[in-house]
């Protein structure tokens, strides 16, 4: 298992392959394509489960807790392990010699070069082999007597981003740096675009050094300087000792560690005559002409995938490059989506064939799916059984779609980056295309089912307009209701009250409000239940709406239990009128109520305004008016009517932030004067009677 497939780790693996192909060997690299915050593919998990390997060789040392769910299995299995690149106590390892290699590095820097201020930019911190490398530049400074600046040790991630914003900051403040040393080759590139945005010159003013050895460090101009780990030598080393311990060798952990070598480029050394700078610019011009030759069939790959429509697409164009990219096998998968989000975790997940190329050409694809856990169809699992495949997972940043196994014996192998991103893009985007018109046509047959239905059920056009209209009438009608009442919700009723305003406002007609409020609701729900609850309130509702007669009033539920009845015409007798009838329906329903202290039934406060709307008042203050009559009948015991004055249309007295003593009174020609001036007492007449005991009010306003 290697992190990522760059240049670094895909020579580990040619170093491995010349061993264990040499032998006829089979064997599986599983890429842990590493993203930060991002978990390994569980796919990888199954791979291990699938494959049961004799043998590991893990390269996982940048981030090792990262590989820890794919590690566990292998622990399970008791395998032989070899790390790579890396060096773990008490197991077997290969790895590099960074000592000797720094050493060399900063001997040619210090002493062949009198370099006297250099900047370490260091790699990823607690890496192994970041921290290896720092240890040998500060102790090479140290025995010369040369101290470490804290602001000369700058921070990189063996990332060429990083470095070349911090080297960029360090120039503008310290234009007396005479060295940068990077603690690889990627950091190096950095490094060297900084100091030309810079203004400085390489090697002239600034001599720059790598670690590694990349493909790529010869093709700069000028060329750079770096370290030779001889990374297709650990791979080999690591081979031979994993087959060693399977052949049966025992004995302690071995700790081998491959020998580095300085490479002396131009990034460190002067210009030299005109033939031999000539000579060396031919060199770089013929290798970077040979790497373009080799990254041609990715970039016309890249160009071509931008344009698939089709998973057919997809296999067409990577089928005709793969060849040119010494790929001898290869084989792309796509999760099955259909029924939902198809991922690799899922037991049951499944996978459909893209490409099956092998031979040099595009074979079968099989048709039908095949679970993930096994990686292939039955029929080719035969031909996956020799030589060597990578296992790279193909995820864009919310799923994973698919998955790639291929064979590349030579070539580039940046194909790897090709995969994971252009590849994993385009079948992403094909895949959720497919998905969308798969859904568009389930939404095109739903609406045909739909339309032969209609037409099934009605005869002639006059028909269908009628029911859809009466449809469409309901629809409105529903959003304009309350939901557990059927009578208006607020919002039809808030509106209906301001259009009324609107319309009155200056006519000199008067608008009645009643705002009616369940007594003691809440001991009621508690004692008998929500669903009880629930009931009482449709029980309410239609008591006031068979208590109004006119059909311009609207009755409309205000919030929880509290209701409210709009009416245009009929004035205060017409309100009272509608209030008496609402008390006596409700009086009739006897909706049992063991726990009021107001009565053994359900029964209700009324608050009533009326005014004539006018242009310069909104319609608030008729709501204000109600609301405070409502509170007032609350204070005088509940169950009962109480009227705000008709001459203010409001309640003028607060105290303490709420109502004072509020006046309840009427018109002469209403059913009397009815009024209190302190909580507790009974509206009374004109003649000081309780209003409840006047003849024919039947003891309804009390």
């Given at each position: 298992?290697?992190?990522?497939?760059?240049?670094?780790?895909?020579?580990?693996?040619?170093?491995?392959?010349?061993?264990?192909?040499?032998?006829?060997?089979?064997?599986?690299?599983?890429?842990?394509?590493?993203?930060?915050?991002?978990?390994?593919?569980?796919?990888?998990?199954?791979?291990?489960?699938?494959?049961?390997?004799?043998?590991?060789?893990?390269?996982?040392?940048?981030?090792?807790?990262?590989?820890?769910?794919?590690?566990?299995?292998?622990?399970?299995?008791?395998?032989?392990?070899?790390?790579?690149g890396y060096a773990v106590p008490g197991a077997d390892s290969v790895h590099g010699d960074n000592v000797t290699g720094m050493r060399a590095l900063m001997t040619h820097l210090l002493d062949e070069r009198g370099r006297r201020r250099p900047v370490l930019v260091r790699g990823i911190p607690h890496q192994q082999d970041s921290v290896e490398r720092e240890e040998v530049f500060r102790s090479e400074l140290a025995r010369r007597?040369?101290?470490?600046?804290?602001?000369?040790?700058?921070?990189?991630?063996?990332?060429?981003?990083?470095?070349?914003?911090?080297?960029?900051?360090?120039?503008?403040?310290?234009?007396?740096?005479?060295?940068?040393?990077?603690?690889?080759?990627?950091?190096?590139?950095?490094?060297?675009?900084?100091?030309?945005?810079?203004?400085?010159?390489?090697?002239?003013?600034?001599?720059?050094?790598?670690?590694?050895?990349?493909?790529?460090?010869?093709?700069?101009?000028?060329?750079?300087?770096?370290?030779?780990?001889?990374?297709?030598?650990?791979?080999?080393?690591?081979?031979?000792?994993?087959?060693?311990?399977?052949?049966?060798?025992?004995?302690?952990?071995?700790?081998?560690?491959?020998?580095?070598?300085?490479?002396?480029?131009?990034?460190?050394?002067?210009?030299?005559?005109?033939?031999?700078?000539?000579?060396?610019?031919?060199?770089?011009?013929?290798?970077?002409?040979?790497?373009?030759?080799?990254?041609?069939?990715?970039?016309?790959?890249?160009?071509?995938?931008?344009?698939?429509?089709?998973?057919?697409?997809?296999?067409?164009?990577?089928?005709?490059?793969?060849?040119?990219?010494?790929?001898?096998?290869?084989?792309?998968?796509?999760?099955?989506?259909?029924?939902?989000?198809?991922?690799?975790?899922?037991?049951?997940?499944?996978?459909?064939?893209?490409?099956?190329?092998?031979?040099?050409?595009?074979?079968?694809?099989?048709?039908?799916?095949?679970?993930?856990?096994?990686?292939?169809?039955?029929?080719?699992?035969?031909?996956?059984?020799?030589?060597?495949?990578?296992?790279?997972?193909?995820?864009?940043?919310?799923?994973?779609?698919?998955?790639?196994?291929?064979?590349?014996?030579?070539?580039?192998?940046?194909?790897?980056?090709?995969?994971?991103?252009?590849?994993?893009?385009?079948?992403?985007?094909?895949?959720?295309?497919?998905?969308?018109?798969?859904?568009?046509?389930?939404?095109?047959?739903?609406?045909?089912?739909?339309?032969?239905?209609?037409?099934?059920?009605?005869?002639?056009?006059?028909?269908?307009?009628?029911?859809?209209?009466?449809?469409?009438?309901?629809?409105?009608?529903?959003?304009?209701?309350?939901?557990?009442?059927?009578?208006?919700?607020?919002?039809?009723?808030?509106?209906?009250?301001?259009?009324?305003?609107?319309?009155?406002?200056?006519?000199?007609?008067?608008?009645?409000?009643?705002?009616?409020?369940?007594?003691?609701?809440?001991?009621?729900?508690?004692?008998?239940?929500?669903?009880?609850?629930?009931?009482?309130?449709?029980?309410?509702?239609?008591?006031?709406?068979?208590?109004?007669?006119?059909?311009?009033?609207?009755?409309?539920?205000?919030?929880?239990?509290?209701?409210?009845?709009?009416?245009?015409?009929?004035?205060?007798?017409?309100?009272?009128?509608?209030?008496?009838?609402?008390?006596?329906?409700?009086?009739?329903?006897?909706?049992?109520?063991?726990?009021?202290?107001?009565?053994?039934?359900?029964?209700?406060?009324?608050?009533?305004?009326?005014?004539?709307?006018?242009?310069?008042?909104?319609?608030?203050?008729?709501?204000?008016?109600?609301?405070?009559?409502?509170?007032?009948?609350?204070?005088?015991?509940?169950?009962?009517?109480?009227?705000?004055?008709?001459?203010t249309g409001a309640i003028a007295g607060r105290a303490g932030g709420r109502p004072a003593a509020v006046p309840v009174t009427s018109r002469a020609e209403s059913v009397g004067s009815v009024e209190s001036a302190c909580p507790g007492a009974p509206p009374t007449d004109r003649n000081g009677a309780a209003l409840g005991d006047r003849p024919g009010t039947g003891g309804l306003l009390s």
């Amino acid at each position: 298992m290697v992190e990522g497939l760059d240049q670094y780790q895909g020579r580990l693996v040619r170093g491995m392959a010349r061993v264990l192909s040499g032998r006829g060997i089979p064997f599986v690299v599983l890429v842990n394509d590493h993203e930060p915050g991002r978990p390994p593919s569980p796919l990888l998990t199954q791979a291990v489960d699938h494959l049961v390997p004799r043998g590991a060789v893990l390269s996982v040392g940048t981030h090792v807790e990262d590989a820890d769910p794919v590690l566990s299995p292998l622990s399970r299995l008791d395998l032989p392990v070899v790390h790579l690149g890396y060096a773990v106590p008490g197991a077997d390892s290969v790895h590099g010699d960074n000592v000797t290699g720094m050493r060399a590095l900063m001997t040619h820097l210090l002493d062949e070069r009198g370099r006297r201020r250099p900047v370490l930019v260091r790699g990823i911190p607690h890496q192994q082999d970041s921290v290896e490398r720092e240890e040998v530049f500060r102790s090479e400074l140290a025995r010369r007597g040369l101290q470490v600046p804290d602001d000369l040790v700058l921070d990189g991630a063996f990332s060429a981003g990083c470095a070349y914003r911090e080297i960029l900051v360090l120039a503008e403040t310290r234009p007396d740096i005479d060295a940068v040393v990077a603690a690889n080759d990627v950091s190096a590139f950095g490094v060297l675009a900084a100091l030309r945005t810079a203004g400085l010159r390489v090697p002239e003013d600034v001599l720059v050094t790598g670690f590694d050895n990349e493909p790529s460090a010869e093709l700069r101009w000028p060329g750079l300087t770096t370290v030779d780990q001889n990374l297709e030598e650990q791979g080999r080393v690591a081979a031979e000792l994993l087959l060693a311990r399977l052949d049966g060798a025992r004995g302690p952990a071995r700790q081998v560690v491959v020998p580095s070598r300085l490479v002396v480029r131009g990034t460190t050394t002067p210009g030299g005559s005109f033939p031999e700078r000539l000579g060396r610019a031919t060199d770089a011009a013929r290798a970077v002409r040979g790497e373009l030759a080799r990254a041609h069939p990715l970039l016309r790959m890249h160009r071509e995938l931008s344009y698939c429509r089709s998973t057919e697409d997809v296999a067409r164009v990577i089928a005709a490059e793969l060849v040119r990219l010494g790929v001898t096998r290869c084989v792309l998968a796509a999760y099955d989506h259909v029924g939902g989000k198809a991922e690799p975790s899922d037991a049951s997940a499944t996978a459909r064939m893209v490409i099956n190329f092998r031979d040099g050409s595009s074979q079968p694809v099989p048709g039908d799916v095949h679970p993930v856990s096994e990686l292939l169809p039955d029929e080719l699992h035969p031909a996956s059984s020799d030589g060597f495949l990578y296992l790279l997972p193909l995820w864009v940043p919310d799923r994973e779609v698919g998955y790639v196994l291929y064979e590349q014996e030579s070539g580039p192998l940046d194909l790897a980056w090709t995969l994971r991103i252009d590849v994993t893009q385009a079948l992403h985007a094909v895949l959720a295309r497919q998905r969308l018109e798969a859904y568009a046509e389930t939404l095109r047959a739903a609406v045909a089912r739909r339309a032969q239905q209609l037409k099934a059920e009605v005869v002639g056009r006059g028909i269908t307009e009628r029911r859809l209209r009466s449809i469409n009438a309901r629809l409105q009608e529903s959003v304009k209701r309350d939901g557990l009442t059927q009578v208006a919700n607020r919002v039809t009723l808030q509106s209906f009250l301001e259009h009324r305003w609107d319309v009155q406002a200056g006519t000199g007609h008067e608008l009645a409000l009643l705002m009616v409020d369940v007594d003691l609701f809440k001991p009621y729900n508690d004692h008998y239940g929500h669903v009880q609850g629930d009931e009482t309130l449709r029980t309410v509702a239609r008591c006031l709406h068979h208590a109004v007669r006119d059909p311009e009033d609207l009755v409309g539920r205000y919030g929880g239990e509290e209701f409210a009845v709009v009416l245009p015409r009929g004035g205060l007798r017409g309100a009272m009128a509608v209030a008496v009838r609402f008390r006596r329906l409700l009086a009739e329903a006897a909706v049992p109520h063991e726990v009021s202290t107001v009565a053994p039934v359900v029964t209700a406060s009324i608050g009533l305004a009326v005014t004539r709307p006018a242009r310069d008042r909104q319609s608030a203050t008729l709501v204000e008016s109600a609301d405070l009559a409502l509170y007032q009948a609350k204070l005088l015991g509940r169950d009962r009517l109480a009227v705000a004055d008709p001459g203010t249309g409001a309640i003028a007295g607060r105290a303490g932030g709420r109502p004072a003593a509020v006046p309840v009174t009427s018109r002469a020609e209403s059913v009397g004067s009815v009024e209190s001036a302190c909580p507790g007492a009974p509206p009374t007449d004109r003649n000081g009677a309780a209003l409840g005991d006047r003849p024919g009010t039947g003891g309804l306003l009390s």
